[in-house]
């Protein structure tokens, strides 16, 4: 089992910056591919960005160019660097990763682009 611990979300104005952190415990994330993943209000989780675990990435093409996932694993944790935020990037944004077939989330962390 893991603990999965999102922070890092807020209010930004378009165009801003933030970083989201997942920090992990029980397991060693390094091992896992890490993903993560959004719900804007009215509509379905989407998958953002992925991390597998020899650090290839992938991302939805509405983020490329703008979020970066990466990860320190001697801190357990993942990050998502996110630039040149717009308005469409408003949702709760969530920390995911499968461990023995088992999906674990975090419990997400708002993030708001207003001006």
């Known amino acids: 089992q893991v603990h999965l611990v999102e922070s890092g979300g807020g209010l930004v104005q378009p165009g801003g910056s933030l970083r989201l952190s997942c920090a992990g415990s029980?397991?060693?994330?390094?091992?896992?591919?890490m993903s993560w993943y959004r719900q804007a209000p009215g509509k379905q989780r989407e998958l953002v960005a992925t991390?597998?675990?020899?650090?290839?990435?992938n991302y939805v093409d509405s983020v490329k160019g703008r979020l970066t996932i990466s990860r320190d694993n001697a801190k357990n944790t993942v990050y998502l660097q996110m630039n040149s935020l717009k308005p469409e990037d408003t949702a709760v944004y969530y920390c995911h990763t499968v461990i023995g077939g088992e999906g674990y989330w975090g419990q997400g962390t708002q993030v708001t682009v207003s001006s």
């Open positions: 991390i597998s675990t020899f650090g290839r990435t």
């Open positions: 029980g397991r060693i994330l390094s091992f896992y591919a």
